[in-house]
């Protein structure tokens, strides 16, 4: 893993990270992505996002507000995206809660080649065959641990699998990287999952060949920044501020040192 250069790379290269995600996180995702380094581009019209994909370092699809012509327009980037060998990551948010959010990442993975799938337990489980329990876009609880169901899910889906939590677990089916950075304000703020997927999306773009580092190499970085946000947030409102700021201020001299990972 190399975390640091790769963040030195997203900063001197600033790729573009193409993003069809939901209303909820858009200026969530994109000043994460602009924080850390890159560019970001929100396009989900029919009539661009082929175009846009294909010049993007990396497509980041997120179903979290799905209607008939976005999930039209996430077929049509991922698929143009595929041609110019750019790196999809998906992010099946309430994957498990409806029909159609469960059929939707089930298409975009059986038409698609996805390069890494991001989620909490709940949503990866169901992609992947596998017993949980979801609340909306919230997971509740999956039958297998953290590490195990990244492991299996990344063999089902024939992808990188990385599932957050507590501890966040990245699995291309064979290794397995145990990922232990954050803090407990992450979970009270909505869209740091969101963002983690958009930051997942920077460091495939820097580093396509080595999806499974890449998602890895994310979640430390959001992990750490998540960790000098809450120094000194009284809350979720002060923290979630502070994050952007975290994620400016990452030091990639000093990045790999902190990483808190197993595997």
Known sequence: MRAGDDLAAIRERKPLVHQI???????ETANATLAL???????????EVEEMASVAGALVLNIGTLSKH????????????????????????????????????RKILDE????????????????????AEI??????????????LA???????????????????????????????G????????????MS????????????????????EALVAFGVAGEDAAVGARGPGTFHAALYDALYNLDPASLDSRAKVAG
């Not at 995600?21 to 200026?27: A, F, I, K, L, S």
């Not at 909306?136 to 590490?147: K, R, Y």
């Not at 492991?151 to 290794?175: N, Y």
């Open 70 to 105: 976005w999930i039209e327009a996430m077929l049509l980037a991922a698929r143009a995206a595929n041609s110019a060998q750019v790196p999809v990551v998906l992010d099946p948010v309430g994957a498990g809660a409806t029909r159609l959010r469960t059929e939707t990442a």
């Open 183 to 194: 803090d407990a304000l992450l979970g009270t703020v909505s869209g740091t999952g969101c």
């Open 37 to 47: 380094g890159a560019l970001p581009v929100m396009a989900h019209a029919v009539e």
């Open 21 to 27: 995600t939901n209303y909820v996180v858009m200026n």
């Open 112 to 131: 698609t080649e996805v390069a890494v799938v991001r989620g909490n337990a709940a949503e990866v489980a169901t992609l992947a065959g596998r017993d």
């Open 151 to 181: 492991r299996a899910a990344a063999a089902a889906l024939g992808c990188v699998a990385s599932v957050t939590g507590p501890v966040d677990h990245v699995s291309d089916g064979e290794r397995t990287i145990a990922i232990a950075n």
């Open 197 to 216: 997927t958009a930051i997942t999306g920077c460091f495939l773009a820097v580093a396509p060949d080595r999806p499974l580092e890449a998602a890895a």
């Open 135 to 148: 609340r909306g876009v919230e997971s509740i609880e999956a039958s297998d641990s953290g590490a195990e």
